[in-house]
T-cell receptor, first 116, second 111 residues
C-alpha cells in the first residue's frame, strides 16, 4: 500500500481482556517497529522485526505483550490480560532494509487503546 | 545508556516570531539524527536526517543543524500551520538500528 496501515484506530476494552493490534507495513519494507506513546511521553520502543531474523523484543514491558510478523509483512501486537496502565497509542513503523546509513521510519496513524 | 533530551517541552510563538528547538543527545556513536513532525491524532512524519557535525538541512521555514552534542531545529517566521509536536530521534552505531526518541517539543503558533 501507499503507507503504513494500522487497525483498529481506536479500541476500548475492559481490564483483563486480551487485545490484538494490526499493522500492515509499506510493501518492500523489511524492517518493522512497534512503539508506544503515552500522554505527555515520548515514543517507547517495544519490538523490532528485520527480515527473517529473530525479533528484538528488548522493549516489551512484560510477558503479557507479544508480537508476530507473518510472511515478512503484516504484524500483530497482542496484549493479554490488559491493565489500565496499558492505555496508550500504539504506533507501528516500517523502513527499508538496513544499510550503511541511518534508516528513515514511516509511521502509521496509530491504534489508541483505552483500558477501562 | 543512549539519551535524547528535547527542550523546551512546550513553546508558544506569535506568527512570524522565529525561534529554535533543541535536541541534546548522549550516545556512544551517532549513525544519524532524525527530526519528525507529529500532528494530533497522526503518526510522526519524517522531516530531516543529519549525519555529522556541521551538517545543515532546510525545508521551507525549517532548518536543522547538528553539532557533536546537540541539534537545533530553527523555525523562521512560523505560521499557524507549523503548530505540531516536533520529535528528535537518534540511531547509534555498533549494533541496534532502533531509533531512540526524545519526548518532543509541542509548538503552538498563534495567528
Amino acid at each position: 500500500g501507499a503507507g503504513v496501515s494500522q487497525s483498529p484506530s481506536n479500541k476500548v476494552t475492559e481490564k483483563g481482556k486480551d487485545v490484538e493490534l494490526r499493522c500492515d507495513p509499506i510493501s518492500g519494507h523489511t524492517a518493522l517497529y512497534w512503539y508506544r506513546q503515552s500522554l505527555g511521553q515520548g515514543l517507547e520502543f517495544l519490538i523490532y522485526f528485520q527480515g527473517n531474523s529473530a525479533p528484538d523484543k528488548s522493549g516489551l514491558p512484560s510477558d503479557r505483550f507479544s508480537a508476530e510478523r507473518t510472511g515478512g509483512s503484516v504484524s500483530t501486537l497482542t496484549i493479554q490480560r490488559t491493565q489500565q496502565e496499558d492505555s496508550a497509542v500504539y504506533l507501528c513503523a516500517s523502513s527499508l532494509a538496513i544499510g550503511a546509513g541511518a534508516n528513515v521510519l514511516t509511521f502509521g496513524a496509530g491504534s489508541r487503546l483505552t483500558v477501562l | 545508556e543512549d539519551q535524547v533530551t528535547q527542550s523546551p517541552e512546550a513553546l508558544r510563538l506569535q506568527e512570524g516570531e522565529s525561534s529554535s528547538l533543541n535536541c541534546s543527545y548522549t550516545v556512544s556513536g551517532l549513525r544519524g539524527l532524525f527530526w519528525y513532525r507529529q500532528d494530533p491524532g497522526k503518526g510522526p512524519e519524517f522531516l530531516f536526517t543529519l549525519y555529522s557535525a556541521g551538517e545543515e538541512k532546510e525545508k521551507e521555514r525549517l532548518k536543522a543543524t547538528l553539532t557533536k552534542k546537540e541539534s537545533f531545529l530553527h523555525i523562521t517566521a512560523p505560521k499557524p500551520e507549523d503548530s505540531a509536536t516536533y520529535l528528535c530521534a537518534v540511531q547509534v552505531t555498533g549494533g541496534s538500528y532502533i531509533p531512540t526518541f526524545g519526548r518532543g517539543t509541542s509548538l503552538i503558533v498563534h495567528p
